[in-house]
Structures are given as structure tokens and as C-alpha cells.
């Protein structure tokens, strides 16, 4: 199986070649697996036909926690609340499925806390390794 990363200026991702049931599947399991757990889930495709009416690929959004880092930011700063979760993206592509998280360290930088910075980083740490196990 393929897994060609994904360049993205706001996350990490992969491409993978394996159908999309089975690539959320894993994915799901890889977040916990890193101590995840997934909050919510929106079905993006099915949210776009019940308002829109349009027909959209397989993308499912997952709002992924991880309690204890969560907790150790909003010790920091009270308004991080308004960063979480973490977005992590599994989308259908014409020959792949795409997994994505989105970079931590990027996303809390616009609270400009220096002390943020090492939760930022140990979830992208466990970001990436979720992924990787993919």
C-alpha cells in the first residue's frame, strides 16, 4: 500500500492507496492508538447534500482530543477552547483516500503563547504517528 504524504501548509497528511471505509477505519483506530479520542464527526458529504443538495466525494472530518494534552494547553491559555480538537480530514481521491491532521504548532501559534508550544508539539508528534501508522 501507498503512502505518498500530503503537502499541505496547514497539516500532514498521506495519500493511500486503500478504499475509504477501510482508510476512517484505521484511522479512527491510529487516533486512539495515540491516545485520541474522536469527539465528533461530521459527514461533510452528507451534510452537503441535506443543505445544498449537491452530490460530494467521501470526506469525513474527525474532531480528535487527546484529554491530558488538552487539558495541559487550557491550563495555559482559557481561549485554546476555541482551537479544539484537533481537525483530522479522511477524504476520497479518484485513485486514493487522504488522511490529514492539521499542524498544531501552526494552528495555537495565533494565540502567541510561548508556552503552548510543547503541547502544540507532542500532538503533532502523535498526529504524525497515527498517520504514519496508517
Request: glycine content about 6%; some cysteine.
Given at each position: 500500500?501507498?503512502?505518498?504524504?500530503?503537502?499541505?501548509?496547514?497539516?500532514?497528511?498521506?495519500?493511500?492507496?486503500?478504499?475509504?471505509?477501510?482508510?476512517?477505519?484505521?484511522?479512527?483506530?491510529a487516533?486512539?492508538?495515540e491516545?485520541?479520542?474522536?469527539?465528533?464527526?461530521?459527514?461533510?458529504?452528507?451534510?452537503?447534500?441535506?443543505?445544498?443538495?449537491?452530490?460530494?466525494?467521501?470526506?469525513?472530518?474527525?474532531?480528535?482530543?487527546?484529554?491530558?494534552?488538552?487539558?495541559?494547553?487550557?491550563?495555559?491559555?482559557?481561549?485554546?477552547?476555541?482551537?479544539?480538537?484537533?481537525?483530522?480530514?479522511?477524504?476520497?481521491?479518484?485513485?486514493?483516500?487522504?488522511?490529514?491532521?492539521?499542524?498544531?504548532?501552526?494552528?495555537?501559534?495565533?494565540?502567541?503563547?510561548?508556552?503552548?508550544?510543547?503541547?502544540?508539539?507532542?500532538?503533532?508528534?502523535?498526529?504524525h504517528?497515527a498517520?504514519?501508522?496508517?
Open positions: 500500500m501507498s503512502h505518498e504524504k500530503v503537502t499541505s501548509s496547514i497539516g500532514y497528511g498521506r495519500q493511500l492507496e486503500a478504499p475509504f471505509t477501510q482508510v476512517l477505519e484505521r484511522a479512527r483506530k487516533l486512539q492508538g491516545g485520541f479520542g474522536v469527539l465528533c464527526e461530521i459527514d461533510v458529504r452528507e451534510k452537503m447534500k441535506e443543505k445544498l443538495g449537491v452530490d460530494f466525494r467521501n470526506y469525513i472530518i474527525l474532531g480528535a482530543c487527546n484529554p491530558p494534552l488538552a487539558y495541559q494547553a487550557l491550563q495555559q491559555d482559557l481561549n485554546v477552547g476555541l482551537l479544539l480538537p484537533c481537525n483530522v480530514v479522511v477524504y476520497e481521491e479518484t485513485d486514493c483516500t487522504v488522511v490529514a491532521a492539521i499542524d498544531a504548532k501552526k494552528m495555537l501559534s495565533v494565540l502567541d503563547n510561548p508556552a503552548l508550544a510543547s503541547a502544540a508539539g507532542l500532538v503533532n508528534e502523535k498526529l504517528r498517520i504514519d501508522k496508517l
